[in-house]
């Protein structure tokens, strides 16, 4: 019985291989080398080794393995600076994995243009810090290579890398991909079922406890070797019926020496000419799972093992399948929970549509995964009565289950604590007869299922849980951003629940200026969330009030430390002139920002750092200016990415730089994801902001006025609008435009103390109008004006001459603004004669 272990990842899935091989022009036969039988079961059907050459300039392939290479037309050297897959993952050091549309994206280095989709993986090869080389994968198929595909694949690039390290400073031994298969104890087999002939390479006749010379080519010497109690199942994987095609899997122990040894066995089914089987593929490793007896109570502590281990319904569904298909030679086996009177189906197995009885494949899409009980009176009789119930070959099922078990049904409800928790639903197509053994099997497995179901069930409902509190705490969507591109990810912790206190947001806080902001709560539990949401927020509203960075970070950590909580926070702020490419860096206990230059190169900013949040009432958090120029990528990132157990900080920070350099600027959220890197577990939850600044496509022109509160202080602001007008040549927009300045700054000048300034700027075809007091209130807008108001009517003018107004808050007061269109210059008609005065040369009054 399969188990959860490393040794079997990547052994699935041959339907890509499969594609890969026929493209070639037939399956492997029994003339195929062995490289060729294991790297198309991972999907792969060509791997190329490349090494550093002698100047180290560049890679060289040095051994092939797999299908017709020369098809792929992949160079035999590729420049270590360039632009490859290869190099990627060299420099990284990272691998790389490519679906055929992420491909097409390559300069270079990739396969050549064939008839079906190509996926392509590049994999580092590296001992002891050295680098050693880079192994080079392509695979056939739209999806690219699967998890276990890649955690295989990985596995055999430590294998080959193990291969080099001896020969590292004498160039590679012979034939090393060949070596590293051996290593990996990998063996392969080609069986004609007609007529039991198989070809067995050497590792699997030394898996098996057969010497090489003594194997006679017969599948019948193999099966000697296996115990007893395993052969029933793989007769019924190497002895294929007509519906038999596709992925089998299967775990069986042999006793080479005495000594019981766990093989895990992945093989598919080859059609003839007359769709009948013709080969059986496939690929044998040596496997480590619990040592259990021959008996019947060794398999069931096997599935409590693994049961323990599961946590997700899903995980569940699988133990329990992999537990019941196999060792009862069963044709389908489906798992449902029980949730209010209604059906919801966990795991279906085989799960192609087609595998399934026509009513099905027409229904299950609609009715199932969430069918009412009311529909299937055989489940709603076993689940109201809580027993096993066994139909025979030929019982007349309602519609629901007609054609399930047509040769024999096994209906098992899962109970758990006092009720019955789900149902699993085992069905054949050939006549089958239920032994003692089989009932002994079924009733022991739906009480541990049972049982594991509903402790899942929780698990899964606490997670979904915890990232619908984690979704509602961070950003729904990043706003656009004129002049730049802000892309984000984040990952939680694969440990614990879920749920973590990194968070980000992109602040829009007018048409040209933006604020970034990443951060760290301390912990990973529900109040560390809690706690960021509340920060997060805080800062959010103070940026929005307009205060400046470091006053932002500064109220922020005086509520942190109000707030009298155990945790504290770190993080980082800046803030963009999309105009100018100026950035206003404050870090208070958070990791550097980085910063890819147009030319490649990467920066780490030095950023003056102040204490993390909620640490000190009165620290400083000191601003740090750094400008930018369009194309420059910006990236803050949480210590999630950089630092972990195995991990120091200094060395994330240049494998991140590393990868930054390597990365291309045209596509951020790819960026974003070359960083991220493998999505396997960590010890910490991740946050990422990365903003490409492009600059504005029109730079603005600006001109500003302080206003003297004088008598005729509207007098000069208007004096100053038209000379500024007729200096930028948009004397067409000067009726609309001083109208506003005159009401906007008497306004102010009315209403409120302290300063008056007055701001115009031209960007395109448009002037904005601001004026900025120190009164944080909003001018009011009357409700109602009539023919006996004394005020109001000024406001109401000012909207109707304007495209847009509004009031933003600024640091100590607000702005006024307005944005008014430019009229289109008329063209002169012909002999008409010049005015003597524009009206933009009259006095200004």
Not at 187 to 205: M, N, Q, Y
Not at 221 to 232: G, K, N, V, Y
Not at 459 to 484: C, I, K, N, V
Not at 748 to 774: F, K, N, Y
Request: charged share 25%.
């Amino acid at each position: 019985m399969p188990h959860d272990g490393g040794a079997r990842a990547g052994l699935s899935q041959p339907g890509t291989a499969e594609a890969g091989v026929a493209d070639t022009g037939s399956a492997p036969g029994p003339e195929t080398p062995v490289s060729v039988r294991a790297l198309t079961f991972a999907g792969a059907a060509l791997a190329v080794l490349y090494v550093p050459g002698a100047g180290s300039d560049d890679l060289r392939s040095v051994d092939t393995a797999g299908c017709a290479p020369a098809e792929y037309g992949l160079p035999e050297r590729l420049a270590l600076s360039g632009g490859s897959p290869a190099a990627h993952a060299f420099r990284a050091p990272r691998p790389v994995w490519l679906t055929p549309a992420a491909l097409a994206s390559y300069p270079e280095g990739c396969p050549a243009p064939r008839r079906v989709p190509t996926s392509l993986g590049a994999l580092p090869l590296g001992a002891e810090g050295r680098r050693l080389g880079c192994l080079v994968v392509v695979g056939a198929g739209e999806n690219g290579f699967e998890a276990e595909q890649q955690r295989f694949l990985e596995r055999y690039a430590d294998a080959v890398a193990d291969v080099l390290e001896p020969g590292a400073a004498g160039g590679p031994p012979p034939a090393p991909l060949s070596s590293a298969l051996r290593r990996m104890r990998v063996g392969s087999f080609v069986l004609v079922p007609e007529t039991g002939v198989i070809d067995a390479d050497e590792t699997l006749c030394e898996l098996v406890g057969i010497k090489p010379d003594d194997f006679d080519g017969k599948a019948d010497s193999l099966l000697a070797h296996a115990l007893p109690e395993d052969l029933h199942a793989l007769m019924s994987v190497l002895e294929p019926s007509i519906q038999a095609f596709g992925r089998r899997e299967l775990d069986f122990r042999v006793c080479p020496t005495g000594e019981m040894r766990w093989l895990s066995l992945s093989c598919r089914v080859a059609a003839g000419a007359d769709d009948r089987p013709e080969q059986v593929l496939g690929v044998v490793t040596a496997t480590s799972v619990l040592h259990r007896g021959a008996d019947d109570v060794s398999r069931i502590q096997w599935l409590t093992a693994a049961l323990d281990k599961a946590t997700s319904v899903r995980d569940v569904s699988h133990v329990v399948i992999t537990a019941l298909r196999e060792p009862l030679s069963a044709d389908r086996v489906a798992l449902a929970e029980l949730q209010d009177e209604r059906l919801q189906v966990t795991l279906l197995d085989p799960p192609q549509p087609a595998a399934w009885p026509q009513t099905w494949r027409l229904q299950w899409r609609s009715e199932w995964p969430d069918a009412p009980l009311s529909a299937l009176p055989t489940l709603q009789m076993a689940l109201r009565d809580g027993r096993m119930d066994l139909w025979p070959t030929g019982t007349a099922f309602e519609p629901g289950l007609d054609g399930i078990g047509p040769g024999g049904l096994a209906v098992l409800p899962l109970p758990a604590r006092g009720r019955v928790a789900g149902v699993c639903l085992i069905g054949w197509d050939r006549p089958h007869e239920f032994v003692p053994e089989e009932r002994s099997l079924l009733t022991a497995t739906a009480s541990l299922a049972g049982q594991a179901l509903t402790r899942a069930h929780a698990y899964d409902a606490e997670q979904e849980l915890a990232t619908m509190l984690q979704r509602s705490l961070l950003p729904r969507r990043l706003p656009e951003l004129p002049g730049g591109i802000a892309v984000a990810r984040y990952l939680p912790a694969r440990r614990g629940l879920q749920v973590g206190g990194d968070w980000y947001d992109v602040i829009a806080l007018s048409e040209d200026r933006v604020a970034l902001v990443i951060g760290d709560v301390q912990g990973h539990s529900a109040a560390a969330a809690t706690i960021m949401g509340q920060v997060r927020t805080a800062v959010r509203a103070y940026a929005v009030e307009g205060h400046p960075p470091d006053v932002v970070v500064s109220h922020a950590n005086r509520l942190l430390v109000g707030m009298e909580t155990d945790l504290f926070a770190t993080c980082c702020y800046a803030e963009l002139d999309m105009d100018e490419g100026d950035v206003l860096f404050v870090r208070a206990g958070h990791v550097a920002p980085l910063l890819r230059h147009p030319d490649g190169s990467t920066e780490e900013v030095e950023v003056e750092g102040g204490l993390p949040l909620g640490i000190s009432m009165e620290a400083d958090f000191p601003m740090t200016a750094v400008a930018l120029a369009p194309g420059t990528m910006l990236a803050l990132v949480t210590d999630g990415l950089i630092e972990a157990a195995d991990l120091s900080l200094d060395e994330g920070m240049r494998r991140t730089r590393a990868t930054l350099a390597a990365a291309d600027p045209s596509d951020p959220g790819r960026v974003a994801d070359d960083l991220l890197g493998d999505f396997g577990r960590r010890e910490d939850d991740v946050a990422l902001l990365l903003l490409r600044y492009d600059g504005m496509k029109t730079r603005p022109i600006r001109s500003g006025w302080l206003v003297w509160r004088l008598p005729d202080a509207v007098m000069h602001a208007r004096r100053f609008t038209a000379r500024t007008l007729r200096r930028w040549k948009v004397e067409e927009a000067t009726d609309p435009v001083l109208l506003v300045v005159s009401e906007l700054v008497t306004n102010a000048l009315v209403h409120t103390q302290g300063p008056v300034r007055l701001d115009l700027m031209l960007r395109g075809d448009r002037v904005r109008v601001c004026v900025s007091d120190s009164s944080p209130r909003a001018p009011a807008k009357p409700v109602i004006v009539d023919w006996e108001s004394t005020g109001g009517r000024g406001l109401l003018l000012v909207e109707a001459m304007s495209e847009s107004f509004g009031t933003v808050p600024v640091a100590g007061g607000k702005q006024v603004c307005s944005e008014i269109a430019v009229p289109r210059r008329q063209p002169a008609s012909v002999g008409a004669e010049p005015s003597a005065r524009t009206g933009t040369d009259r006095d200004v009054p």
